[in-house]
């Protein structure tokens, strides 16, 4: 019998980056249960105590880690303790950005010379040919010597890299046995300290090739599909299990959801189990990059959940064909986001910062070009020099490119007396972006985020509208007034950017080496350094600064109108901005619900009455988009109350363990603040 461990550990000093169930792991361990069944023992780890409680006295005979960017010091550190443990252990990683060219491969293997074999690309097969050998009784170094398919190796006597030829791959994904209906997946459902969230492989590849992705690749440009049976069967049993966990999002593994055929078999196999248990409510997936029309279909179907996320990460023409990348037509992207509203759906896109060619102007340019279409939520991510993609190589040519380094959010832990912390490297500065631009954008990214993205003002962003203002504008301007504002508004802009500075370091040694002392360490403990900042500062913008925040929202919003050529007096802006603020003031501090106990209570008992001049709740309801003006009402006053299902779901958050919590509210904050 081999005994085989799979594991895809993540950190939980502060919750979990991943709240998912380990699903890459699941498919190799059950396709390696397929092929051997009576001669191994597959189990799977993602939490470093569960992994320790067992291997003792089970000692493992092979050991596969995934490797991503949030737990590669992790996993490696781990797999060194299991060597230590277990010295004729043979130790196998694998993930999306384990080192492909032959230095990195090389340093890799200097500083892990514990790891055997890297498996380059999908794990399945070349995981199960490993196995194969093993059982019939090589060592790992035979295997290593084997150059098998798909795996990469290093000789440490000629000190030179041993790399298998390219290896098959899955043809159907359900050749692989689905880990949750075989059980292999049982224990993460009843993992008790977090609840994870199910994760589905609805197709695998893409046949785009952006080089920032390791997707790229042509061993990815065919898709390969799941069955509709097997997805119907895996959602109902998530329908099962996690009706009532409003809060539990469904997440697929799918590039392009919407785009092809097989996605709306599956959206009506979603909307199937979201009518019998009232779940998922949120799903994550991104979508496609053509075909609009498939996937309006798609988003039409689905009761629930889906955020339009049509990523463009810019709209500059040569920035495009330096990455190559090809985005949905822009003519697309407006149908599309026309028809997320049409269906009551909020639209998402991604832009990424300091994008080879890219300079200033031109990526302010897109900004504006993506706000002003619409788009309801804008996430702007600085660029990762990730290991397994092509731009890993195409920026190794550019050596005036400013690298940093800094910790990825929340991502650490100290095991024993080991400090270990997992970091990326990313783009500050390019030949035609400098560090300046880097730090003013990254301001402006934190504004977007927190008066744009979190929907809760999209009443006063319609109003805007429909006067004619660029919301683009506004929101520049309401980053120039909160620089001078000298408020708490102010000072979280302020602390947001020195700590835009302060997680940057020069290389990893000079980052570990600061982490590692104990002072410092303890403030990535308390959430004082380490942390996503856009999701931490405008989670405290909320908490802790709603009221200085949306006075700045609509004294910006007031200023635009009285200066634009619109018809409406000074006085009746001042009535609608006053309009504006009651209505916020009760309907979206979402602080409130969480930081008073009493809150809740308080206004079931005493419903609070809300007086307007403008029927803004009644005239926000409407598709027609007529004038907010004309909403002028005497009809009588609104009172506040909660249904039973949004009490349902505060209740829910509000008992979770204060990690878990955060990490809800930080999601709910950056686009479901509605729902509250
Ligand atoms: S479309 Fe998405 S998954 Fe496909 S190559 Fe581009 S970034 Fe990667």
């Not at 461990?5 to 998912?20: K, P, S, V």
């Not at 001669?39 to 006295?57: G, P, Y």
């Not at 910062?353 to 993506?370: A, H, N, R, W």
């Amino acid at each position: 019998m081999l005994n085989i461990a799979l594991c895809d550990f993540n950190h939980t000093t502060i919750g979990i980056h991943t709240e998912t169930m380990p699903l890459a792991i699941g498919l190799i361990g059950s396709y390696i249960i397929k092929n051997y069944s009576d001669n191994v023992d597959v189990r799977l780890f993602k939490f470093e105590d569960d992994f320790f409680h067992e291997i003792d006295t089970w000692k493992p005979d092979l050991m596969g880690i995934s490797l991503y960017a949030w737990n590669t010091s992790l996993g490696l550190h781990m797999a060194q303790i299991a060597k230590n443990k277990f010295p004729n252990i043979t130790l196998v990683a694998g993930g999306p950005n384990i080192p492909i060219g032959n230095e990195e491969t090389i340093e890799f293997f200097k500083n892990s010379p514990f790891i055997d074999l890297l498996i380059n690309k999908d794990g399945e097969i070349p995981f199960s040919t490993i196995v194969s050998k093993l059982l019939l009784g090589h060592s790992s170094k035979d295997i290593i010597d084997d150059r098998l398919p798909s795996t990469i190796a290093f000789h440490t006597k000629s000190q030179t890299v041993l790399r298998g030829e390219k290896g098959d791959k899955i043809k159907i994904l359900d050749e692989v046995p689905s880990p949750y209906l075989t059980g292999l997946m049982d224990k993460f459902f009843k993992y008790k300290k977090q609840t994870l969230a199910p994760f589905i492989e609805t197709n695998r590849g893409c046949p785009y090739a952006c080089t920032f992705c390791h997707t790229a690749d042509t061993y990815y440009n065919k898709p390969q599909w799941a069955s509709t049976e097997r997805l119907q069967q895996e959602m109902e049993m998530f329908g099962h299990y996690y009706s009532g966990h409003h809060d539990v999002r469904l997440f697929l593994a799918d590039n392009n959801f919407g785009m092809f055929k097989q996605d709306y078999d599956f959206a009506k196999t979603v909307r199937k189990i979201q009518e019998k248990y009232n779940w998922p409510r949120y799903i994550d997936v991104t979508t496609g990059k053509s075909r609009p029309e498939n996937i309006v279909k798609v988003i039409n179907e689905l009761k629930w959940g889906l955020v339009t996320g049509a990523s463009m990460q810019t709209l500059t023409e040569d920035v495009l064909k330096n990455i190559s990348r090809k985005n949905l037509k822009y003519k697309d992207y407006l149908y599309l986001q026309e028809q997320s509203k049409k269906h009551d759906r909020i639209s998402a896109t991604e832009l990424i910062l300091c994008l080879p060619g890219e300079t200033f102007d031109s990526f302010l340019k897109t900004i504006k070009q993506v706000i002003d279409s619409g788009i309801e939520q804008l996430i702007i991510y600085t660029l990762m020099n990730l290991n397994g993609t092509p731009l890993y190589d195409q920026l190794k040519k550019t050596p005036e490119i400013i690298y940093k380094y800094r910790i990825v959010p929340r991502q650490f832990s100290k095991l024993g007396s080991n400090y270990i912390f997992d970091t990326e490297e990313v783009v500050v500065q390019t030949p035609t972006f400098s560090y300046e631009d880097y730090l003013e954008t990254r301001g402006l990214a934190f504004v977007i985020q927190t008066i744009y993205n979190d929907s809760n003002f999209p009443e006063l962003i319609n109003f805007l509208r429909e006067n004619n203002i660029s919301i683009y504008d506004w929101l520049v301007e309401i980053h120039s007034k909160i620089k001078l504002l000298g408020n708490i508004a102010s000072e979280q802009l302020s602390s947001f950017l020195w700590e835009t500075e302060q997680e940057l370091w020069e290389s990893e040694e000079e980052l570990q080496n600061y982490y590692s002392q104990d002072q410092n360490y303890n403030k990535l403990i308390s959430g004082e350094l380490g942390c996503n900042l856009l999701s931490k500062y405008t989670y405290l913008s909320r908490f802790h600064g709603f009221k200085p925040w949306l006075e700045v929202t609509l004294d910006s919003a007031k200023l635009l109108l009285i200066n634009s050529r619109n018809s409406l007096s000074k006085k009746k802006i001042e009535t609608l901005m006053q309009d504006f603020s009651t209505f916020y003031t009760h309907s979206r501090d979402i602080g409130r619900l969480f930081k008073d106990d009493n809150f809740l209570a308080s206004i079931q008992k005493e419903p609070p009455i809300i007086k307007l001049t403008y029927d803004i709740p009644s005239w926000s309801t409407k598709t027609d988009r007529s004038s907010l003006i004309k909403f002028q009402q005497n009809h009588g006053n609104y009172s506040m109350h909660y249904s039973e299902e949004q009490l349902t779901n505060i209740q829910t958050i509000a008992s979770q363990d204060p990690n878990e919590q955060s990490v809800k509210l930080q999601y709910i904050i950056k686009g479901h603040t509605r729902d509250f």
